[in-house]
């Protein structure tokens, strides 16, 4: 079975994770296409084609090196699709916000992202299972976690709202795992560490002041629970047919 | 007596070109007239800075957010939200969603109430099943969902409000008005009820046109109320040069107006010739003087322009640069306006004062 991960600078950490934990799933294999930034912007699918390319050389190169030399997403060579990260986040919604105020920002979010554009496109253009992902929570600036998140809707609140927005889209949400978010609803601190930037060949961390980007270990137990339900999925689809 | 070197026949010849019109003005290109004002503290972009205030204090926040300096957003804009809704939602206007501040008095009730001196009235106004905030009634487009709703959005801003000026270096404060409404129970709205939302009750609601001694008084206490938590600040006062939309004294709109801003100009000189805490910037002359023609106003004469903007703001930090980096004089290129902020256009500006107009039937011809 082979996934295709359409991403931006989040891909590095999915990519070092699947490096630890890819040969348990012998019969999976993932292939990343993903260019830091808003590289992915310029990347627009082409229907007679069917696949997704891009007119920009450097986003080009950066896309044959994450897949491993493909410089375009041919949509019918994957089974499957998992949309990461592309500026859809989960914001902090504070609990004394007007609903309309909430509801807004929550569509901005969502229709301003690359995330959505993509994840629409390829429900639209393939039979295939369709999934995505929010870029992770950013992690806590600071240690102290003394002040409660009573003031904020809870993750797992606002990704439903976010869901909601996906919802007539053939396309399911993976969400970030309770055990990957301290009392805060941050990401643990332990997830930042050492989180490698998008050069894939190139071992360079990011700064140990970046609080956005998470490691191999965050990565590799999110590809622990997202695989086998994309699996799942693309399995009961073959079943129907 | 003999006259001879070192002795003055009068105090005026020791004096330096600027306090002469003909120098200082009468030949002086309008865009290069220079000095109007001697800031009396240093602001660097550290420092951390709250506006609020009338319409024209909009302004005052996005220059320096647009110069890099530390404009404080204690209401942050919900991560995600765009540039469009978040100015539709009153967000990034002031340091905190209190929507404009047109009085003294007005000023005075949101840090009372911030500090919890006093807790403001439960009053809600209501239409077609929205609930709208008597103190701040445009603050959402469509009004609020509940009371409650309302409530707690008002809390968050207070919440903000406070912090603000508890943590603010300099605190920007425009006047903007002396005339306000007055609810019988004691406190003031910014708009008279029955205008954006509310019902007007000639029993309850008051008109009331402060006078120079309220005024003062008013922001005294606002001033001596914010330093009991932040006893460093400093104010800076400006007047918003944006004549009265109407007025309920009885007087013609442009006599009021000029009664109104006379008043709110001598507030902001008797305040900052008396206390080193206090200094004034001079935004109003620069766009109402007589040298500059009212080129400044946009064709209902009473807007101002987006270049008058940038032309006040510039003066502004061209004023600073002068006074504490001995420049001599602004170079011609400093003094040449330039786009808006964010070529945004001057229709960008919150002014519930605007609403006035469309209850004015000639203004609508």
């Known amino acids: 079975m082979n996934i295709c991960v359409i991403s931006n600078s989040h891909a590095a950490s999915l990519k070092n994770g699947w490096e630890t934990i890819g040969e348990r799933f012998p019969n999976i294999d993932i292939t990343f296409f993903a260019a830091p930034n808003r590289g992915m912007s310029g990347v627009k699918f082409d229907v007679e084609s069917r696949a997704y390319k891009t007119r920009n050389h450097s986003v080009r190169k950066v896309l044959a090196m994450t897949s491993g030399g493909y410089g375009r997403i041919d949509i019918d060579s994957y089974n499957a699709f998992l949309v990461y990260g592309l500026f859809l986040d989960i914001p902090k919604l504070d609990l004394r916000l007007s609903e309309a105020v909430k509801s807004v920002t929550l569509d901005d979010c969502v229709a301003r992202s690359l995330n959505f554009r993509f994840v629409k496109e390829l429900a639209e253009n393939t039979c295939s299972p369709v999934f995505y992902a929010a870029s992770p929570v950013p992690a806590s600036k600071t240690d102290d976690l003394s002040s409660a998140v009573k003031n904020h809707h809870s993750y797992r609140e606002v990704s439903s709202w976010v869901e909601a927005r996906y919802a007539h889209i053939r396309a399911s949400i993976i969400k970030q795992s309770d055990d990957t978010l301290d009392e805060n609803e941050c990401s643990k601190m332990v997830f930042t560490v050492g989180s490698k930037r998008l050069k894939f060949g190139k071992e360079e961390s990011h700064s140990e002041l970046d609080f956005k980007h998470m490691n191999g270990v965050f990565g590799a137990q999110f590809l622990e629970s997202a695989v086998p339900r994309i699996r799942s999925q693309y399995a009961s689809g073959v079943a129907e047919i | 007596v003999p006259l001879g070197i070192g002795i003055v026949m009068n105090p005026y010849e020791s004096l330096g070109e600027n306090s002469f019109w003909a120098t200082a003005v009468g030949r002086v290109e309008p ?166 939302a509310g019902e007007y009750n000639k029993e309850v609601h008051h008109f009331k046109n402060h006078t120079f001694r ?91 322009r987006p270049e008058g903007v940038d032309f006040v703001m510039q003066s502004f930090f061209d004023c600073m640069d002068m006074k504490f980096k001995t420049q001599a004089k602004p170079t011609a290129r400093t003094r040449k306006t330039s786009q808006s902020d964010n070529g945004r256009s001057n229709d960008y500006v919150v002014c519930e004062e605007e609403l006035l107009a469309a209850f004015n039937v000639s203004d609508k011809q």
């Open chain 2, 31 to 196: 865009l290069n007239i220079y000095g109007l004002w001697e800031p009396k503290r240093r602001l660097l972009r550290r420092h951390k800075i709250a506006t609020y205030g009338s319409c024209f204090a909009q302004h005052i926040g996005r220059a320096l957010q647009k110069r890099k300096y530390n404009w404080m957003q204690c209401e942050e804009t919900p991560h995600g939200l765009s540039a469009e809704n978040a100015s539709n939602y009153n967000y990034g206007i002031y340091s905190s969603r209190t929507g404009n501040i047109y009085t003294a008095s007005l000023l005075l009730q949101w840090v009372e109430w911030a500090l919890k001196v006093s807790v403001p009235p439960e009053e809600v106004w209501e239409k077609n099943g929205r609930y709208f905030d008597p103190f701040r009634p445009n603050i959402e487009p469509d009004g609020f969902m509940s009371e409650n709703e309302m409530l707690r959005s008002r809390e968050l801003t207070l919440e903000a409000f406070k912090q603000s000026f508890a943590e603010a270096n300099l605190f920007v404060f425009t006047l903007g008005l002396t005339e306000g409404w007055i609810n019988t129970e004691g406190y003031e709205y910014p708009m008279c009820p029955g205008t954006v």
């Open chain 2, 214 to 304: 309220e005024i003062i008084r008013d922001i005294r206490r606002s001033v001596a109320l914010i330093r009991t938590i932040n006893p460093k600040v400093r104010i800076l006062l400006t007047v918003s040069p944006v004549p009265l939309t109407a007025t309920m004294s009885g007087n013609h709109v442009l006599t009021a107006t000029t009664e109104s801003k006379s008043v709110l100009r001598a507030v902001a000189g008797e305040l900052s010739r008396s206390k080193i805490l206090f200094d004034y910037f001079p935004s109003y002359e620069i766009i109402t003087s007589s040298p500059f023609q009212g080129v400044f106003y946009n064709e209902n004469k009473r807007t101002v």
